[in-house]
Nanobody, 119 residues
Framework: QVQLVESGGGLVQPGGSLRLSCAASRSFFSIKALGWYRQVPGKERELVAAITSGGSTNYADSVKGRFTISRDNAKNTVYLQMNSLKPEDTAVYYC?????????????WGQGTQVTVSS
C-alpha cells in the first residue's frame, strides 16, 4: 500500500507555470510507475504524464514540450512541472502509483489538487 498527497495547485494566468508535487508515504520500492492524471467535470480522467521505475517517461500529446515529470527517490516525491499553461489545462490533477504486489498490480490515487488557468 501507499498513500499519495498532492500539493502545488492553484490559480495561474495563461502562460504561467506551476509545479505539482506528490509525496508518497513510503519509498518507491515495488512501484512500477508514477503518473499524473487530470479530470474535468463530465469527462473521463486522462493521463497527463508518467514515469517508470527505470526513468522512462511519456506524455499526452497536448502537454508535450510544456510539462515535465520527474521523481526524487530520496524524498519519495514525484513532480509535474507545468509551463506555458493554457486555460484548457484547467482540471483536478491526480497523482497515481502502480504498485506491484505478488502477481498483481494495483493502482493508488491521491486526493487531487485543483489547477485553474485563467486571466
Amino acid at each position: 500500500q501507499v498513500q499519495l498527497v498532492e500539493s502545488g495547485g492553484g490559480l495561474v494566468q495563461p502562460g504561467g507555470s506551476l509545479r505539482l508535487s506528490c509525496a508518497a508515504s513510503r519509498s518507491f520500492f515495488s512501484i512500477k510507475a508514477l503518473g499524473w492524471y487530470r479530470q474535468v467535470p463530465g469527462k473521463e480522467r486522462e493521463l497527463v504524464a508518467a514515469i517508470t521505475s527505470g526513468g522512462s517517461t511519456n506524455y499526452a500529446d497536448s502537454v508535450k514540450g510544456r510539462f515535465t515529470i520527474s521523481r526524487d527517490n530520496a524524498k519519495n516525491t514525484v513532480y509535474l512541472q507545468m509551463n506555458s499553461l493554457k486555460p484548457e489545462d484547467t482540471a483536478v490533477y491526480y497523482c497515481n502509483a502502480v504498485v506491484v504486489a505478488g502477481a498483481g498490480e494495483y493502482d493508488y490515487w491521491g486526493q487531487g489538487t485543483q489547477v485553474t488557468v485563467s486571466s
